[in-house]
């Protein structure tokens, strides 16, 4: 098996055998994109792709690309070193309500923040309203702990809509909205016959 010693040199070639070892993630037929974790910066690795088909024969190796994985910066630093000047860490509200920047709410958040908002026009205006007026607002907020709690609570379905555009498909929104109808309809027409049973 070919896991079972160190994967030889030189041997991913195009148009060669593919062997498991060198194997370090799969998708579907219909993936676009694949995440390759582990991964050292500054270090070249070598890329192909072999296909399966659905009785498991193996391709032969694609053509073999190579990339350098590079440090990056996460976005705080990207604005700051792009003459951002707001300060804190950007979460101000969330991590006012929440007592803590590494809350894990805050954190999903952040990354629809940085996956989905700043990834399109009106995403960027937002951002940049809020890094100008959030501090504000967050200190108004944190004077009561009234408003504290009120805003934990409006927060909530912000937090679970962001969880479902980060880590689901976008169409799964549709569904679920439908799914949630489809229940409260259903509901409402066993009421309405327990009511005529009556």
Known sequence: DDLNYTCPDNMLVAGGRPYKCYVCGSTTSTGKKLRIGGL??????????????????????????????????????????????????????????????????VKILRKFRDRKLLTNEPGIAFTKWYYANGKIIATFISSSNILVESVKLLLLPLVMLASILLFLPWWSLFLITGASFAFKKRRFIKGKLQSIHR
Request: net charge negative.
């Open 40 to 105: 050292e910066n500054e270090v070249e690795y070598s890329f192909a792709v072999v296909a399966i088909d659905q009785h498991e024969n193996v391709s032969v190796i694609s053509e073999v690309v190579s990339a350098t994985p590079l440090p990056t910066t996460d976005f705080a630093e990207h604005y700051s070193s792009n003459g951002g000047n707001a300060t804190g860490d950007y979460c101000f509200i969330a991590t006012t309500v929440y007592e803590s920047k590494s809350h894990p709410f």
